[in-house]
């Protein structure tokens, strides 16, 4: 129960932090700063929070359980590639979002796209394909709180109460503290979960007897040596792993979260320490995923590896229940909390749990994002805020935190986890191929408004069709992301130049 | 060009060049299929040498990232007036 009392200290804390946040509110304008913290965001804590922000509960424990079954593969394949795309796309995309947002008052990238091209209806349609990407993201959130505070406090606490105090928490931060709340939550929690890395591979590796034991002892095996190379994947599949990270700057709550810098300097050093963070997070996590194969003599990884085994040999007649079940058995999803539960100190697994905890709360940037997207794409657009106010705009923001936090915890009580770890993997590829509206519209004047919502209809469309037939889209081993953003790519070029292109006014305004 | 409207980069300079150059080349060492089948030589005496390289392949990307913000930082598109928050 130690560690259990040790993350709700953490959760105090970062309650706290959103209440400093609104106190210190006061006095500024309501809208640009609830909703984008004043536009005021100093170099350290955009940093931060904005790593912060792009990390998430598989960060920690999916990329320790992707690398428990596949290797090392894990790290180029996730880590190594967004290190390099997500900087390129922040210095290039992230950096002119900003300008934009500066000199017209964009809160939104759907502001944007309608007046750089000149519509209205089609920025609502983009608001929609946006926000149902972005749904399940925030559910799965709520569903990791709940599934992490069960397992740190050792089942004392049940999933519904878990999921119940991580969502209160994160609703009322959010709430209260708005864009600057979440921007200093998120660097706090960057820092911990930063440090976890570190101390857990120290602990583990002490623990283990040395890491150099460990993995001499997997490739002494046929069975676990070519988890340390990358045999197992073709380099295709391998290179269509990096157009996953293209959807980052896509997705709502990072392209909004690039308005908050006081200064484009800001930028600079985020594109440099971006990689940075990267390798200090997920090169122990996927390390000590690795290496939890060799802990043979601990029985609940022993289990996995059984299960593993018998998932390997299993005859094509065996039940689909019964490999689902030995499915769920060889998930290595918790293999570094059951590592450190065997070798960290009681009082230190309580401080690696509220590590854990800072990376699976990571949704209250994307109800943040899709309260800010509400209010102003769809509230503000139709009316709204001229008839009513901005604080009324700013309440109805809260409001829509409000509802749509308990919408998600409900909807985390009732539906199982599997289907929104889908979805969240068909939204990286739906938000990669809803990118190319982004470069389109900061680099090509040629692009047009029909072009555009070409791009959004498709992207819905494979969204739901790669949903629902296994295999669709995965032409040559390519991961579907591939195709579905070349034909996005395709679709804004051929569209946009079969119809006529934005005013010269409006082009003047984006300098052509 | 209005007076609101945001500045695009100066034609021909040369750190596009730069930038296209180093978005090759970064893709390229990305797709490391010289390491492919190798664990061994095990870096410090535990890291993977396919592991290592893409750990050294972050700091690389730091270090270029570094003289890319040198080289072709998009100054112009700070207006004066973006400063007085």
Redesign the interface.
């Known amino acids: 129960m130690i560690p259990a009392l040790i993350v709700f200290a953490y959760l105090g804390i970062i309650l706290y932090i959103g209440i400093f946040a609104w106190r210190g509110q006061a006095g500024r304008t309501a809208v640009e700063e609830y909703f984008l913290a004043?536009?005021?965001l100093g170099p350290v804590v955009f940093l931060l929070s904005l790593f912060g922000t792009n990390m998430t509960a598989f960060t920690i424990l999916g990329s320790a359980g992707h690398a428990f079954a596949n290797g090392?593969?894990t790290?180029?394949l996730m880590?190594?590639?967004s290190?390099?795309v997500i900087?390129?796309t922040l210095?290039f995309i992230g950096?002119?979002l900003?300008?934009?947002g500066?000199?017209?008052g964009f809160i939104t990238p759907v502001q944007m796209f309608r007046d750089r091209w000149e519509c209205g209806h089609i920025g609502t349609a983009i608001f929609i394909v946006q926000a149902a990407l972005l749904v399940p993201y925030i559910i799965i959130g709520v569903m990791g709180g709940g599934t992490a505070l069960r397992a740190i406090s050792g089942g004392a606490i049940p999933y519904w109460i878990g999921g119940a105090i991580v969502a209160l928490v994160v609703m009322c931060y959010v709430f209260l503290g708005g864009m600057r709340g979440t921007a200093w939550v998120n660097s706090f929690q960057t820092v911990l979960f930063l440090s976890f890395g570190i101390v857990a591979l120290f602990v583990i590796g002490r623990g283990i007897g040395?890491?150099?034991a460990?993995?001499e002892s997997l490739?002494a095996s046929p069975s676990t040596?070519p988890l340390?190379?990358?045999?197992r994947v073709s380099?295709l599949f391998?290179?269509s792993y990096?157009f996953i990270p293209l959807s980052t700057i896509a997705f709502p709550h990072i392209a909004i979260f690039c308005l908050t810098a006081?200064?484009?300097?800001q930028f600079?050093r985020t594109?440099?320490?971006?990689?940075?963070c990267?390798?200090a997070i997920w090169?122990p996590c996927?390390?000590l995923g690795v290496a939890a194969n060799s802990m043979v003599n601990t029985p609940r990884i022993a289990e996995k590896l059984h299960a593993r085994q018998t998932l390997s040999t299993a005859p094509p007649s065996m039940p689909a229940e019964e490999r689902a079940d030995l499915r769920r058995q060889a998930s290595g999803d918790d293999v570094v909390l059951v590592m450190l539960d065997w070798f960290a100190p009681v009082w230190l697994a309580g401080l690696l749990g509220a590590g854990i905890m800072a990376a699976v709360m990571a949704s209250d940037s994307q109800i943040l994002a899709l309260s800010t997207m509400f209010t102003e794409d769809v509230f503000t657009f139709y009316g709204g805020t001229a008839r009513f106010g901005e604080r009324v705009q700013v309440q109805m923001g809260r409001g829509f935190v409000v509802i749509l936090t308990i919408a998600a915890y409900l909807i985390a009580l009732r539906a199982p986890q599997s289907i929104f770890d889908l979805a969240v993997q068909y939204a990286f590829s739906g938000y990669a191929a809803l990118m190319p509206l982004l470069v389109a519209a900061l680099f090509w004047k040629r692009s047009t408004k029909w072009g555009a919502l070409a791009v959004a209809v498709w992207v819905a469309a494979a969204v739901i069709y790669t949903a629902r037939v296994p295999g669709a889209l995965a032409w040559f081993g390519l991961l579907p992301v591939v195709p579905m953003t070349l034909i996005s790519c395709l679709l804004m070029i051929v569209v946009s130049l079969a119809t006529p292109r934005p005013s010269a006014?409006t082009l003047?305004?984006?300098?052509? | 060009?209005?007076a609101?409207?945001?500045?695009?980069a100066p034609a021909g300079a040369a750190g596009r060049r730069l930038a296209a150059a180093l978005?090759v080349a970064?893709?390229a060492l990305?797709?490391?299929?010289w390491?492919?089948?190798?664990?061994?030589p095990?870096v410090f005496?535990?890291?993977?040498v396919?592991?290592a390289y893409?750990?050294a392949?972050?700091?690389l990307?730091?270090a270029l990232?570094?003289a890319?913000?040198r080289s072709a930082?998009?100054?112009h598109?700070?207006?004066p007036s973006?400063?007085d928050?």
Do not use: N
């Open positions: 004043g536009r005021s090392i593969v790290f180029a880590a190594s590639s290190a390099v900087p390129l210095f950096t002119r900003w300008a934009l500066k000199r017209h040395g890491f150099p460990a993995i490739l040596a340390l190379t990358r045999e380099p391998f290179l990096t006081r200064r484009l300097v600079k594109v440099v320490f971006y990689p940075l990267i390798l090169l996927v390390f006014a003047a305004k984006y300098g052509w | 060009m209005g609101g409207a945001v500045a695009r978005l970064l893709f990305h797709q490391d299929v390491f492919w089948r190798d664990a061994r095990l005496g535990f890291l993977p396919g592991l893409h750990g392949y972050c700091l990307v730091a990232m570094w890319l913000t930082w998009p100054a598109l700070e207006h973006d400063t928050a």
